[in-house]
């Protein structure tokens, strides 16, 4: 079973930016998908941004244009670059992987790392 472990989380004003890191304990290049979620307090946990193997990606509308998410199978780590952020956007943040690029059967979560956006 594959472990993650994510970072690069913290306190941002408004309008910086924040890079958040995924580091599995097995190589994730056989890993069909992978993504970022997110959980704000008294919300149901969202998908922020997916990528597959093959590199296709999908992103929550409230963050297209702003969030970019990349794989380094060599460093067997997911990344979640964040660029004007927004209050909105403070949540713990989880990464996911799955065996299938539909992301129906999962494989393991994260323990999150918590983003906060001040105003």
């Known amino acids: 079973q594959v472990q993650l472990v994510e970072s690069g989380g913290g306190l941002v004003q408004a309008g910086g930016s924040l890079r958040l890191s995924c580091a599995a304990s097995?190589?994730?290049?056989?890993?069909?998908?992978m993504g970022w979620y997110r959980q704000a307090p008294g919300k149901q946990r969202e998908l922020v941004a997916a990528?597959?193997?093959?590199?296709?990606?999908n992103y929550a509308d409230s963050v297209k244009g702003r969030f970019t998410i990349s794989r380094d199978n060599a460093k067997r780590t997911l990344y979640l670059q964040m660029n004007s952020l927004k209050p909105e956007d403070t949540a713990v943040y989880y990464c996911?992987?799955?065996?299938?690029?539909?992301?129906?059967?999962?494989?393991?979560w994260g323990q999150g790392t918590q983003v906060t956006v001040s105003s």
């Open positions: 996911a992987a799955f065996i299938d690029p539909e992301r129906t059967v999962l494989l393991s």
């Open positions: 990528i597959t193997s093959g590199g296709s990606t």
């Open positions: 097995i190589s994730i290049s056989s890993i069909k998908a």
